[in-house]
C-alpha cells in the first residue's frame, strides 16, 4: 500500500457516525476502540499498528492501553503504578511531547541507523515506514486524557491527506473515549468505596436514603488487637503502613468467592456473604467465610513471619463468624450516605469478634453459624453478648487448616516486574505536572 492509496471520507464520516452513537449508547473502552480501529481499517486507511493509552482514576492503575494490529487484533494492558517514572518512559515519544509542549509528533522510520526512540527498533521489526504520535486531554484542567500513535507500514508512510484525516477523527474518537473513561472512573470509584454487589446497586439507581432491603448473610468481624497502643509508641506513618499490611492480608480473603467487604470501620472490617433462607444456600455461605478465615489465618502468619524479619512487631486479631438476616442499604444525612450493612445479625457479630479477647483465641463463632459447616468446632462457653436478649453458644474451630482447593481459590497472581508496556506510559502520575502544557488542539473539518 502507497501514500496515494484512496481513503473514501464517506467512510471516515461514517466512523465519525459510530463514535457519536457509541458514546450516546455508553459502549465500554475496549468495544469502542475495537471498533473504532477496524473501521479505521475498511476506510482504506493505512494502518498496520494503533496504540492508544487512556489515564484512569483507579486504586491498581494508573492508566489502560490497548494495541491494535492489523494482522494480531488487539491487546489491553493496566499500567500498574509506579513510585518513579521507568527510564524507558522518559525515552519514549511521549515523553518527549509533554517534555515540549508537543500534541503531535511525525518520524519516519529508516530500515537502519540510530533511532531517536527505543521503540522505534520495535518499530522497524514490524516494517513499520511513518509513525505519527499525539497528546490529548479530556478537558481543559482534567487529569484524565488520551495518548497514542498511528503507525502504518505503508510504502511512502502516511499522506498529507491521511494525516488530516486522523487528526479530524482523533477528535471523535476522544469524546467517545472520555465519555466511556468517565463511566469506568464511576464504576471504579463506586467499586472501590463501596464494594462490587453496593455499588451496582448504586449506579442502578438504589440511591435515596432508606433504599435496601433485609437479606440473610454468613457475617465475618474481624478488628486488629493493640492498634492505639501500636500508633501511639509508633508514630502516625508507620501505623497507616502496618494497617494497610494487615488488611491486605486479612481482609482480602473475604472479597471473593462469594463474599464482600462492606464496610472498613477504623483498624476493622465487616464483610458479608449473601445467602438464600434455606439450609443448602446458608452452607454454601458460611463454608465460604470459613475458608477464607482461614487463608486469613495463613496470609497474617506470613505477614508475621515478614514482620519479624524486619525487627517489627507482630499483629494480632479478632474475628467473629455469624449468619443472620442483615439490612442492606442506605443510611444517614439526606446529601451524605452510607451504603452498608445494619441490624441486629451485625451487632452481634461485633460482640463474637470481640470475645476472641476473653478467651484468647483468634476466631470465635455462633453455633448458628458453626452447624452449617463441616468443620470441627470446640464449645467456648455460653455467653450473654451486650445488647443482645438471648444466650449464644460460642465456638471455635478446632482446626485452622485450608484445603488445596481453597488455596487454589485465594491463590494471587503473580505479580511479577512492569512489562514493557507498563513503561513505556504510566500517564496520570505526570498528567498534573503537565497538566498546564495540555492544549486541546481543534482541526477544522
Not at 468505596?193 to 442502578?204: F, I, P, Q, S
Request: aromatic share 10%.
Amino acid at each position: 500500500m502507497t501514500a496515494h492509496s484512496t481513503v473514501s471520507n464517506i467512510l471516515l464520516d461514517k466512523v465519525a457516525e459510530w463514535l457519536t452513537h457509541a458514546a450516546l449508547t455508553g459502549e465500554n473502552l475496549e468495544t469502542i476502540v475495537r471498533g473504532f480501529c477496524e473501521r479505521m481499517a475498511a476506510t482504506g486507511m493505512p494502518l498496520y499498528r494503533v496504540h492508544l493509552t487512556f489515564s484512569m482514576l483507579h486504586p491498581l492503575y494508573d492508566a489502560l492501553g490497548f494495541t491494535w494490529r492489523r494482522t494480531g487484533g488487539l491487546t489491553i494492558e493496566g499500567y500498574r503504578h509506579a513510585n518513579e517514572r521507568p527510564e524507558r518512559f522518559m525515552q519514549s515519544p511521549y515523553y518527549y511531547l509533554l517534555s515540549n509542549n508537543l500534541l503531535h509528533l511525525r518520524r519516519r522510520i529508516d530500515l537502519d541507523g540510530a533511532v531517536e526512540f527505543p521503540i522505534f527498533d520495535d518499530l522497524r521489526k514490524e516494517k513499520i515506514t511513518d509513525y505519527l504520535a499525539f497528546v490529548q486531554t479530556f478537558g481543559a484542567g482534567s487529569m484524565q486524557g488520551m495518548m497514542g500513535s498511528w503507525s502504518t507500514d505503508g510504502i511512502g508512510g502516511f499522506s498529507e491527506d491521511m494525516i488530516g484525516a486522523l487528526m479530524r477523527i482523533q477528535n471523535h474518537l476522544a469524546m467517545a473515549a472520555k465519555m466511556a473513561v468517565l463511566g469506568k472512573l464511576t464504576n471504579n470509584m463506586l467499586t472501590t468505596y463501596l464494594g462490587g454487589d453496593a455499588g451496582k446497586r448504586v449506579l442502578n439507581g438504589q440511591i435515596r436514603r432508606g433504599d435496601g432491603e433485609t437479606i440473610r448473610a454468613a457475617l465475618v468481624m474481624g478488628d486488629m488487637r493493640q492498634s492505639t497502643v501500636y500508633a501511639e509508641k509508633e508514630g502516625r506513618q508507620a501505623y497507616i503502613d502496618t494497617l494497610n499490611e494487615f488488611f491486605d492480608a486479612i481482609a482480602a480473603p473475604f472479597n471473593r468467592n462469594g463474599g464482600e467487604i462492606m464496610s472498613f470501620l477504623g483498624d476493622g472490617f465487616l464483610a458479608v456473604y449473601p445467602c438464600g433462607r434455606h439450609k443448602d444456600p446458608s452452607k454454601v455461605a458460611c463454608e465460604a467465610a470459613l475458608s477464607a478465615v482461614f487463608e486469613a489465618q495463613r496470609r497474617v502468619a506470613a505477614l508475621n513471619e515478614d514482620r519479624r524479619s524486619r525487627s517489627l512487631s507482630e499483629v494480632r486479631y479478632g474475628i467473629g463468624l455469624h449468619v443472620g438476616n442483615v439490612m442492606f442499604g442506605n443510611v444517614g444525612l439526606k446529601d451524605r450516605l452510607t451504603f452498608s450493612a445494619f441490624g441486629a445479625a451485625v451487632n452481634e457479630v461485633e460482640r463474637l469478634q470481640s470475645l476472641t479477647k476473653k478467651y484468647a483465641t483468634e476466631v470465635v463463632a455462633s453455633q448458628a453459624f458453626s452447624g452449617y459447616t463441616d468443620c470441627e468446632w470446640g464449645t467456648l462457653g455460653e455467653e450473654k453478648l451486650r445488647g443482645v436478649r438471648q444466650r449464644f453458644t460460642v465456638v471455635s474451630p478446632k482446626a485452622a487448616t485450608a484445603s488445596s482447593r481453597v488455596a487454589e481459590i485465594f491463590s494471587d497472581a503473580e505479580t511479577d516486574g512492569l512489562s514493557e508496556a507498563e513503561q513505556v506510559i504510566l500517564l496520570h502520575r505526570d498528567a498534573k505536572k503537565f497538566e498546564s502544557r495540555f492544549q486541546v488542539e481543534k482541526h477544522a473539518p
